[in-house]
C-alpha cells in the first residue's frame, strides 16, 4: 500500500490512499496460507446461510476463500493462489466478525476498504450488575436512538450495540473516540459529556488561528466530585428534617426515632451454658433412665395441672354475677337533701350584700 501527498493540497498534512492492486506487489503469489475462523450465535445462522452468497461473491474479488460451517457453527477465511494483498486476510477476519456480532452484509462488506477499520469493544465484563449493566447499556443507545445517532455523526462511523459488544466501523481516529465514549459510558460517565466534548472540537477544527494553540482552555472540565462523609451526614440529616416539617404540617405522627446505640464493649458475651451443663447443676445427668421417665411425666402432669386450672378459671368467669349498685336508703337521702340546701343558703349569703348595694344606688340615682 503506497501513499503519497494529495497533489490538490499545498500543506502537505493530508495523504492520498492508492488502492492495491496486482502489479503492486513485486513478489507474486503467497508462499503460505493463511486462514482465520470465528464461532457466531445459533440466532444468526438463518441470516448468514441467506446472504452467504453475496459475501462469498465480495471476498472471491480479492482471491479470498470462504466457508461456513453449520454443523460447528463457524465461518473461516483462507487465501488461495489468486491472492495479490497480504493485508487483505486481517480484512477477511475482520468482515466474519463482524458478520458474527450482528452487522448487516452491506454494511460489513465495506471493511474490504483500505480507508475502513473496525473495533469490538467488549463491555459484558466491566459491569458486574446485571440491571445495571443494561441501564448503562441503553444510554449509549439513548431515547429512540439520538445518542447513537450524535455519536455517529461526529465520528464518522458506524456503531452497533449488540449483546454484550459494540461493533465500531470508519477512521481510525474515530474508533478511539468512540471506545472512549464506550468504556466511559460503562463507567458511569454519560455519553453526552463527551458529544459536547466533540462537538467543541469540531467547531475549533473550522478555525485556522487556533491550529498550533492548546484546545485545553476551551474544552469543558467534567470532573466526579466526591462527598466527604460529614456532608453525607449533613445531607441526610437535612432530608429527614425536612420529611419531618413535612409530616407536621399535613398533620401526621413524627417518624419514629431510633434506637440508642449500645455501648460498645471489647469483650464478648459470656457463654450460655450447654444443656449438659443445667443437668449436671440440676443433678438429672446422674438420674437413670426410669428415674427420668418418671421425672418427665411428672413435669407433664404438673404443666397439664396448670393448664386445666387456667381453663377453668376463664370458664368460670363467664358466671360471675356483675357489681349491682344498692339503692340509697332514707337516711342517704335526706343527708343528700340537708347538704343541697345549706349550699343554696350559702350562695343567697353571698348574693344578698350585692343586691342592697344595687338598690342604693338605684334610690340616689331616682332621687
Not at 76 to 97: C, F, H
Not at 134 to 159: F, H, M, N, W
Not at 340 to 355: C, F, G, I, N, R
Request: with cysteine; charged share 35%.
Amino acid at each position: 500500500m503506497f501513499s503519497q501527498f494529495d497533489p490538490e493540497l499545498t500543506t502537505g498534512r493530508s495523504w492520498k490512499i492508492d488502492p492495491f492492486e496486482a502489479k503492486d506487489n513485486k513478489g507474486g503469489n503467497l508462499t503460505e496460507e493463511s486462514s482465520f475462523a470465528t464461532l457466531f450465535p445459533k440466532y444468526r445462522e438463518k441470516y448468514l446461510r441467506e446472504v452467504w452468497s453475496a459475501v462469498t461473491r465480495a471476498l472471491e474479488a480479492h482471491g479470498i476463500s470462504c466457508t461456513l460451517d453449520l454443523v460447528h457453527g463457524s465461518m473461516s477465511v483462507r487465501t488461495t493462489r489468486k491472492t495479490y494483498d497480504p493485508y487483505i486476510i486481517l480484512k477477511a477476519r475482520d468482515l466474519i466478525k463482524l458478520l458474527a456480532r450482528g452487522v448487516s452484509v452491506t454494511q460489513a462488506v465495506k471493511i474490504l476498504d483500505d480507508t475502513v477499520a473496525c473495533d469490538i469493544i467488549k463491555i459484558g465484563s466491566l459491569v458486574r450488575n446485571k440491571e445495571r449493566f443494561v441501564k448503562r447499556r441503553q444510554r449509549i443507545i439513548g431515547p429512540d436512538g439520538s445518542t447513537l445517532k450524535a455519536i455517529e455523526l461526529l465520528t464518522q462511523c458506524y456503531v452497533l450495540v449488540q449483546g454484550s459488544t459494540v461493533s465500531v466501523m470508519g477512521p481510525y481516529k474515530s474508533l478511539k473516540e468512540v471506545r472512549r465514549i464506550v468504556l466511559d459510558c460503562m463507567k458511569n460517565i454519560h455519553p453526552i459529556y463527551r458529544i459536547k466534548e466533540l462537538m467543541i472540537r469540531r467547531e475549533l477544527a473550522k478555525d485556522p488561528k487556533l491550529a498550533t494553540e492548546s484546545w485545553d482552555r476551551f474544552l469543558p472540565q467534567f470532573r466526579k466530585r466526591h462527598l466527604k462523609t460529614s456532608e453525607k451526614t449533613a445531607k441526610k440529616n437535612e432530608a429527614i428534617s425536612q420529611k419531618t416539617e413535612a409530616r407536621k404540617a399535613a398533620g401526621l405522627e413524627p417518624l419514629p426515632a431510633k434506637p440508642a446505640k449500645k455501648v460498645y464493649t471489647p469483650f464478648p458475651p459470656a457463654q450460655l451454658p450447654r444443656k449438659v451443663d443445667l443437668q449436671l447443676e440440676s443433678g438429672e445427668y446422674f438420674l437413670k433412665a426410669h428415674e427420668k421417665q418418671t421425672r418427665e411425666s411428672e413435669q407433664k402432669k404438673q404443666k397439664q395441672a396448670e393448664t386445666t386450672a387456667k381453663r377453668q378459671e376463664a370458664r368460670a368467669e363467664a358466671f360471675v354475677a356483675p357489681a349491682e349498685k344498692a339503692a340509697p336508703t332514707i337516711e342517704e337521702k335526706r343527708r343528700k337533701k340537708r347538704k343541697a340546701m345549706e349550699e343554696e343558703m350559702d350562695k343567697e349569703q353571698q348574693l344578698s350584700p350585692e343586691k342592697t348595694k344595687k338598690k342604693k344606688t338605684k334610690r340616689a340615682e331616682d332621687s
